[in-house]
Every structure is written in C-alpha cells, then in structure tokens.
C-alpha cells in the first residue's frame, strides 16, 4: 500500500472532470446521469454503482478499471492491467492487427505474474 494518501473517489472525479474542463453539467449530461446525484458523488454522499462508474469513465475519457479501483471494487493490480488493455483497445490510431500484437506482446511479459 502507497505511503501518500489518495483522493477519495468523488474527489478523484472532480479532479478528473476539471482536467477535462468539463463543468459538472456537462459531464452529467454526458454520463447519463443528474447534475444533483453527480455532484453528491463528488462529495463523498453517494456511492455509484458499477455501472455508473463506467458512464462516468466513459464520459471522461478514462478507464472504468480506474473508477472501480478508486471505489474499492478492484484490486489495484488487476486495474492496471486492464488499463493496458483497455488503453491499446480504445486506440483508434492501431489497426485491429496492431491491437492483437500489442496485447499478445503484453499478456507474454506479464503470464504468471501474480502477487
């Protein structure tokens, strides 16, 4: 476990959603959800559920995996390597081939590797 303390998951969201430059009812509206019960989630009043958090994610631009971790839903350890995965994924630069390359290439680096 980290030494320094991370935000809590609302605030990770707020954070998050100022990076992106987003207001909270922008980024409601495109999470499917209500400004009221997004802003509760960032203040700590509400937990979403998983699938919440994947619109959330989704809305953001970055990995449910990320979201899950951060809400205790996840182990750290599996995140990460979903992220990789979801990362070369969601990259719309790869062909379909490159994609399959690349994962094969990571899956081969990380067999076995558990804690």
């Known amino acids: 476990m980290s030494s320094r303390k991370r935000p809590d998951l609302g605030a990770f969201i707020r954070q998050q959603r100022e990076i992106a430059q987003q ?4 980024l409601a509206k495109r999470a ?3 400004n009221p ?3 509760q989630i960032e203040r700590g009043l ?3 559920s998983a699938d919440i958090l994947q619109q959330i994610a989704r809305a953001l631009e970055i990995s449910a995996e990320t979201l899950y971790e951060r809400a205790g839903m996840m182990d750290p350890k599996e995140a ?3 992220a990789v995965v979801d990362a070369v994924a969601n ?3 790869l ?3 490159q994609k399959q390359a690349m994962l094969a290439i990571y899956r081969s680096f990380v067999v076995g590797d558990t804690p």
Do not use: F
Request: glycine share 10%; no cysteine; proline share 5%.
């Open 23 to 26: 207001s909270i009812r922008d």
């Open 32 to 34: 499917g959800v209500s």
């Open 37 to 39: 019960y997004l802003s």
């Open 46 to 48: 509400r937990k979403p």
């Open 80 to 82: 990460q390597g979903n």
């Open 91 to 93: 990259d719309t630069r």
């Open 95 to 97: 062909s379909d081939e």
